[in-house]
Each structure stands twice: as structure tokens, then as C-alpha cells.
């Protein structure tokens, strides 16, 4: 069985403060992918970003970052100098070599001017 | 532009009744799902399809039909067996998975409510 874990419910910091959202996953599959998703008050889902669990390697996107730790089974996502529209629920999902997504529950991050 | 549309935006559905959800892509994904969201919870897989007129069962779906007659369209009954059908429900595309998993492609999603 997949799990994934957010245990932030929700973060408000102000603006250009870091904030790092925490995830963690459990499968007991060799394969998998990683994903983090934004959802704006809008309502749809914006992927951001997959990793693969063969690639441990951190990545930078702008002022995301994302640190990939098979030890702990983490993959946490840092934004750097948060701006207001920042402002979303976002969430962290896995999948092992099928169709299905298995999502935790999200953080929703407020971010104050 | 491409994408993934869902319509409408806000339903309501009366005691007994089923109400279907569309939702329509024209990014030439094989693969649709439909999720429901919940407040304070994750997406829940309801149904997906990799191939028009196939479709397979997710985590949650009792009470709930789909069909996948055209690949650009994989519309979501809600049938009058689901008890507890107020959510927020989201469907979503990606290309065929391989190897690698697919990211996938997310409407703007229909809120339904019971009246």
C-alpha cells in the first residue's frame, strides 16, 4: 500500500520569508515517482515538479527547490523569498508504475504582505 | 490553447437524482481519471481510463458511472446510490504511462452540492 504524508495542515508566513512544506511517503515499491502539485484558489491542480526514485539529486526551479531523501523516504519542498501568490494548497503525491496517484492531504500555504 | 475543461462549474443535485459531470480534453491524452476532493483531504481516485472504452475502477468508486466512448471526453455520473455526493471533483489527463509515470493535466473542476 502507497501513503503519503503532509503533516503541515497549514503555514502563514510573511512575504519573503522561506517556507519549506515537509512530505513523507511509504511504498514498497523500488519504482516510483514523486510529484508536488499547486492548487490556487481556483481550483485546478498545477503539477511543479516528478522525481523518480533512481534520482536523488536536489533541484532548483527560480525560488522552488526540492530535496529528495530515499534514507528518510522525504521529499520536501522549499519556497525561497515567498511572495503572495504563493498562496495555494499544495500537495504531494506518488506513484509506483501504474496510473494512480496517491495524493496526501496538502498544506495550505498563506502568504501575508 | 490546449486543456482540459469541466463543466459546469457548480451543480446541484436533488434527492434521487443523478447528475453527470462533463469533462473534455483536447491535448491527445490516452489516459482521463476523475477525482473527488474533500475539505482538509487529498485527492481520491474515483475512475480512469487508458483507452477509449476501457475504464477501471479507483479507491472510491461506488456510486459513480463513467463512460469512454471518444478520447477527448470521459464524463462522471453520479448516480443516486451515492450517499454523500457534496465535493469538489476534479478529472485530469496525462499520456499513456511507460516507464515513467506522466504528470497529469488537471481541470478547473465542478463543485457539487445537494439541495
Known amino acids: 500500500a502507497q501513503k503519503v504524508t503532509q503533516a503541515q495542515t497549514e503555514i502563514s508566513v510573511v512575504e519573503k520569508e522561506d517556507v519549506t512544506l515537509d512530505c513523507v511517503y511509504e511504498?514498497?515499491?523500488?519504482?516510483?515517482?514523486l510529484f508536488w502539485y499547486k492548487q490556487p484558489p481556483s481550483g485546478e491542480l498545477v503539477f511543479l515538479i516528478r522525481?523518480?526514485?533512481?534520482?536523488?539529486q536536489n533541484e532548483i526551479s527560480g525560488r522552488y527547490s526540492w530535496n529528495f531523501q530515499k534514507s528518510t523516504s522525504s521529499f520536501n519542498f522549499t519556497i525561497t523569498a515567498s511572495q503572495v501568490v504563493d498562496s495555494a494548497v499544495y500537495f504531494c503525491?506518488?506513484?509506483?508504475?501504474?496510473?494512480?496517484?496517491?495524493f496526501g492531504a496538502g498544506t495550505t500555504v498563506t502568504v501575508r504582505a | 490553447d490546449g486543456g482540459i475543461t469541466q463543466s459546469p462549474k457548480y451543480l446541484f443535485r436533488k434527492e434521487g437524482q443523478n447528475v453527470t459531470l462533463s469533462c473534455e480534453q483536447n491535448?491527445?491524452?490516452?489516459?482521463m481519471y476523475w477525482y473527488r476532493q474533500d475539505p482538509g483531504q487529498g485527492l481520491r481516485l474515483i475512475y480512469y481510463?487508458?483507452?477509449?472504452?476501457?475504464?477501471q475502477k479507483g479507491d472510491i468508486a461506488e456510486g459513480y458511472s463513467v463512460s469512454r466512448e471518444k478520447k477527448e471526453s470521459f464524463p462522471l455520473t453520479v448516480t443516486s446510490a451515492q450517499k454523500n455526493p457534496t465535493a469538489f471533483y476534479l478529472c485530469?489527463?496525462?499520456?499513456?504511462?511507460?516507464?515513467?509515470?506522466?504528470?497529469?493535466?488537471f481541470g478547473d473542476g465542478t463543485r457539487l452540492s445537494i439541495l
Open positions: 485530469a489527463s496525462s499520456k499513456r504511462s511507460g516507464p515513467y509515470n506522466q504528470p497529469q493535466h
Open positions: 511504498t514498497r515499491d523500488t519504482t516510483y515517482y
Open positions: 522525481r523518480n526514485s533512481f534520482d536523488e
Open positions: 503525491a506518488l506513484s509506483s508504475n501504474d496510473y494512480k496517484l496517491s
Open positions: 491535448l491527445n491524452h490516452d489516459a
Open positions: 481510463s487508458q483507452i477509449v472504452n476501457d475504464f
